[in-house]
């Protein structure tokens, strides 16, 4: 397998997470993301990934699959240990909504791109785009802290086993961290964290810093 992806993609980061906690590897092709020449927004990587985002994942038999929650999810169905889901339906639809809290609601708002028409459409400078992105970081997590606070049973996310949950919340409770937000005011998420950095699956493979 190949996968493209970015080191300070929180995207590739739940990627790179799955493939650890499943002893699983796939050739990395670096793409970069940021700024207007960036090559996720040229047309060799666009023929390859018509949304111009990471991660990506080409497969052993040449399938391309894009956005992280289906690469997952595939990942799941091909290499089913150690399971990334919980065992009962209403767990793994609680892990599911955790995961696309964190990846359509948070996440989506916040990409190199958004900044890019920001300023291009609003004339927003790099202050006006940082407290955008506080804005949604802040609301977003707030939610998560009491959608997991709701139903927590276990030490995780979702349950006494890292998984998808955990795996789509820690590389953005990382990334809040870096933009100042303590974690602190969300005790749930904060515990978790923790918890999550004694792994190495998941500490080895936070985003990057940004250069």
Known sequence: ????????????SRVRIALALKGMTAEAL?????????????AGYRSINP??????????SGVLITQSLAIIEYLEEIQPEPPLLPETAESRALARSIALAVAAEIHALLPPRIGLHLRAAFQADADAIAAWSRHWVGEGMAAVEKMIAGRREGIFAVGDRPGIADIFLFPQAISARRMGFDLAQWPHIAEIIVRLEAIPAFQDNAPALRR
């Open 1 to 12: 397998m190949k996968l493209y992806q970015n080191e300070i993609s929180s995207a590739t």
């Open 30 to 42: 670096p793409v970069t993301i940021l700024g207007e020449e960036a090559e996720s927004r040229q």
């Open 51 to 60: 949304q111009g985002l990471v991660p990506a994942l080409l497969t052993d």
